[in-house]
């Protein structure tokens, strides 16, 4: 299976942006599709956003629309989270995950592989 590991979280304030990070084992160069999900304290694991293996398709959650976005590098095996006008509301960790059918689901069920999380902390 492919390996993801995240970076690029932080503790921010209200308004700020961040970068996120995931990069997937080296020697790997299946059609994946990609997808990053959040999951904050007491709350189920959510869908923030999805990319193809191309990169020509993608989706987010409604709550995001017009502040994240996502993209790829597949010759570094990397896909990106851009995360704009953060709100307090976005506190989560947040995950990358591999989807070896390419279907870019929003169901978590749906991911293969997934990395261990990078906190974003933002304050009101």
């Known amino acids: 299976q492919v390996q993801l590991a995240e970076s690029g979280g932080g503790a921010v304030q209200a308004g700020d942006s961040l970068r996120l990070s995931c990069v997937a084992s080296a020697g790997i160069f299946s059609r994946y599709a990609m997808g990053w999900f959040r999951q904050a304290p007491g709350m189920e694991r959510e869908f923030v956003a999805t990319?193809?293996?191309?990169?020509?398709?993608?989706s987010y959650t409604d709550s995001v629309k017009g502040r994240f976005t996502i993209s790829r590098d597949n010759a570094k095996n990397t896909v990106y989270l851009q995360m704009n006008s953060l709100e307090p509301e976005d506190t989560a960790v947040y995950y990358c995950a591999a989807d070896h059918l390419g279907l870019e689901s929003d169901d978590p069920d749906q991911y293969d592989s997934w990395g261990q999380g990078t906190q974003v902390t933002v304050s009101s």
């Open positions: 990319i193809s293996w191309s990169g020509a398709h993608t």
